[in-house]
């Protein structure tokens, strides 16, 4: 019931293209999603986070749409650039607690130019 | 803001010797700071959470006495490899939360330990 779901694995885009990746989490006390984007040798960093009283938030290129009812939440990347290609994890958590960052198997981005 | 540094960024050791890597809140004080382990191609995996002034709190699976974690003040924590070996070889990842503020979670840049 922890676990959150990550798809797809990989993914390839033409340059200017939307990405999409998918999770979906079982939990229903996860009450923060956020997004990380990780380049090869380095720490992840926080791309933007969603929390369920809203349906959608977006950040320039970054968009997250997320579903209550069906526990999935999604990252679009409008207008995708080579420099986008990185890994992508989701994650959730929960407010009570130590607040433990959950994540997804990760999604292996390339934007082709 | 919220900038998190870890200290070495690679290390490479000798089977059998202790390592220890420092993960520093540069311009926040983090009450919890958070231990991370990632392997090649794998998703981030949690070792332990641990808060100032009290003792880690470990994962189910991940060894308290061999991963020593010490959080001595509200900007540094430090994690200990004890013991050394080639299977420990990882790439650790520390991430620190500004007191109450919320869930979110500030990574550093990471260590690349590899053990021969």
């Known amino acids: 019931q922890q676990q959150v779901k990550q798809s797809p694995q990989s993914l390839i885009v033409q340059k200017g293209g939307i990405s999409i990746i998918n999770c979906a989490y079982e939990n229903t006390a996860f009450d923060y999603f956020p997004w990380y984007q990780q380049f090869p040798g380095k720490g992840p960093a926080l791309l933007i986070a969603i929390r369920p009283d809203v349906s959608e938030k977006k950040e320039g290129r970054f968009t997250i749409s997320f579903n209550k009812s069906a526990k999935q939440f999604s990252l679009h990347i409008m207008d995708s650039q080579p420099g986008d290609s990185a890994t992508y994890f989701c994650?959730?958590?929960?407010?009570?607690?130590?607040?433990?960052?959950?994540f997804g198997q990760g999604t292996r981005l390339t934007i082709n130019p | 803001g919220a900038v998190v540094s870890q200290h070495p960024s690679r290390v490479i050791c000798k089977s059998g010797t202790s390592v220890k890597i420092e993960c520093r809140s540069l311009?926040?004080?983090?009450?919890?700071m958070f231990w991370y382990r990632q392997f090649p191609k794998q998703s981030l995996m949690l070792m332990a959470t641990s808060n100032e002034g009290s003792k880690a709190t470990y994962e189910q699976g991940v060894e308290k006495d061999k991963f020593l974690i010490n959080h001595a003040s509200l900007t540094l924590s430090t994690l200990t490899v004890t013991s050394a070996h080639p299977e420990d070889s990882s790439f650790y990842i520390c991430?620190?939360?500004?007191?109450?503020?919320?869930?979110?979670?500030?990574f550093g840049p990471g260590t690349r330990l590899t053990v021969l």
């Open positions: 991430s620190a939360r500004p007191g109450q503020a919320g869930n979110e979670q500030f």
């Open positions: 994650a959730a958590s929960m407010r009570q607690g130590a607040q433990k960052l959950v």
């Open positions: 311009d926040f004080q983090a009450t919890t």
